[in-house]
């Protein structure tokens, strides 16, 4: 299919012995579509998005298959997935300062990728970062190719880094906290022409944060992380307006808002997230759920289709039945 489409995903570590850190994780986007992963710290949405890059960390191995855009080839190795960096993959990092060379000009640095690619001439490359750059609101884009660095704010530097990866014409956008570096009144704003520019390019956007709400505004869907596990994923509308699965719920019920309910002590989850290595087959939101029955404990629960989304919960899943 066009887009991306993502099957039985894993990331074990080692030799392979005992469950997997990560997955296993299937996902589908059409082109223009926007899939948000969302999670606490240490839910395993980095390590996912960093399998998808094909950019592990030593000492972990990848499985299951991705495919990407038009690309009728199937990508089963971190090798295969690495080679299409600043092709049909880009990327948009937490810090957008780590994504250039401090001695070099912003110019230089966003054609610089594709060129050395051979995707496109020179003078073509120059010409089209002078159009992202004009589309994502610098009104002098010559001056602002001839920056360095170090002359450029936080948000500067994060809409030059959204133009960089969009640069090759990217079948998909993989965005790591994009919004994080930034303050509050920009956050919005990069939102929107990160997915202005994928909508209509074509291009899918997977997004990882732990802001529920903020995913949900700009994703189609949202896929729950827990422990390393997808616990809860369907459309963003049905998944927010009728959350099933107790740990969507409970982060849905941390999440501040504005309003009367704003007034209100913030909810908290008890206890701690669980480690991505730990091997024992159970449900790993278990120590911490308020609907935690006997079996929770003895076998890892799969996910199952339940009224337009898949969630991971055999207890909820029986109580949907039997209304």
Not at 126 to 140: C, I, K, S, Y
Not at 281 to 303: K, M, Q, T, Y
Request: charged share 20%.
């Amino acid at each position: 299919m066009n887009g991306l489409s993502v099957s039985d995903l894993t990331v074990v570590r080692g030799s392979g012995a005992g469950p997997p850190a990560i997955g296993p994780i299937s996902l589908s986007a059409e082109p223009g579509k926007a899939v948000g992963i969302v999670g606490e710290t240490g839910a395993g949405k980095t390590l996912t998005l960093r399998a998808l890059m094909g950019l592990l960390p030593a000492g972990f191995q990848l499985g299951g298959s991705v495919h990407l855009g038009n690309d009728e080839h199937v990508y089963r190795t971190e090798e295969e997935l690495r080679r299409q960096l600043g092709r049909a993959i880009g990327v948009v990092l937490q810090n957008p300062f780590t994504a250039f060379d401090p001695l070099k000009s912003v110019g230089s640095q966003i054609v610089e990728g594709v060129v050395r690619r051979r995707l496109t001439s020179r003078s073509a490359a120059r010409a089209r970062a002078v159009e992202l750059l004009e589309q994502m609101g610098f009104t002098h884009a010559d001056d602002v190719m001839r920056l360095f660095p170090s002359q450029l704010s936080g948000g500067m530097a994060q809409r030059i880094a959204i133009a960089m990866a969009l640069m090759p014409h990217p079948a998909v956008l993989l965005a790591d906290e994009p919004t994080s570096a930034l303050d509050a009144t920009l956050r919005l704003g990069v939102l929107e022409l990160i997915c202005r520019f994928t909508a209509a390019t074509g291009a899918v956007l997977v997004i990882i944060s732990h802001d529920l709400r903020l995913i949900g505004r700009f994703c189609d869907t949202i896929v729950v992380m827990y422990g390393g596990r997808v616990v809860e994923a369907g459309p963003a509308k049905e998944l927010l307006e009728h959350p099933r699965h107790p740990y969507t719920r409970a982060l849905i019920a941390c999440t501040p808002t504005i309003g009367a309910r704003g007034k209100q002590p913030l909810a908290s989850i008890p206890g701690s997230p669980p480690s991505l290595f730990q091997s024992e087959h159970r449900c790993r939101f278990a120590p911490r759920c308020p609907l935690v029955e006997d079996a929770c404990w003895l076998e890892e629960p799969p996910l199952v289709p339940l009224s337009g989304v898949r969630v991971a919960c055999p207890v909820v899943s029986r109580e949907a039945v039997h209304r």
